[in-house]
């Protein structure tokens, strides 16, 4: 008697299956974790960028580039003072300082049409324990919930 050689035994399939979801298994939270990790780089990157084209503001604003005014903080009223510029009061054809090209937003907020970019502000006069806004914008932290790899809430970055 000979038997045909045609196909796959059903214990033959059936341990492939098993073993192919048991990589998939294996695979799903390093995924998940890449992908994670990979938007948090994105929040320390935009969050470095916003900051230091505040700190730019503030550095034009005290070398006297900036229109200043008595009540002047120095920093910038809103985030997008910096991408609209503003104008260099020693420049007589009206030149304007830009900060920067956009606001990034931030990988964890879901609305990206926001035009502050999902960011919260602080302002110069409220604490880092408990910012809030107010009449210029000092410092800037993501509205997501939630903590990073490192344990720490994302809105303390």
Request: aromatic share 10%.
């Amino acid at each position: 008697m000979k038997r045909s050689m045609a196909g796959f035994s059903l214990i033959e399939v059936m341990l492939t299956l098993a073993l192919l979801g048991l990589l998939a298994s294996i695979a799903a939270p390093l995924t998940e974790t890449l992908v994670r990790r990979g938007k948090e780089q994105e929040l320390k990157t935009a969050l470095y960028q916003i900051r230091d084209a505040i700190d730019a503001y503030k550095r034009a604003f005290d070398a006297g580039y900036i229109e200043k005014s008595l009540n002047a903080s120095g920093y910038p009223p809103n985030l997008n003072v910096l991408v609209d510029g503003v104008r260099d009061v020693r420049s007589a054809k009206g030149a304007k300082f830009y900060f920067l090209r956009r606001i990034p937003h931030d990988p964890f907020t879901v609305n990206k049409r926001d035009d502050d970019g999902g960011w919260g502000v602080r302002s110069y006069d409220s604490s880092a324990q408990n910012p809030r806004d107010g009449e210029d914008v000092f410092d800037v932290y993501s509205k997501a919930r939630g903590k990073g790899l490192n344990g720490i809430a994302y809105g303390q970055w």
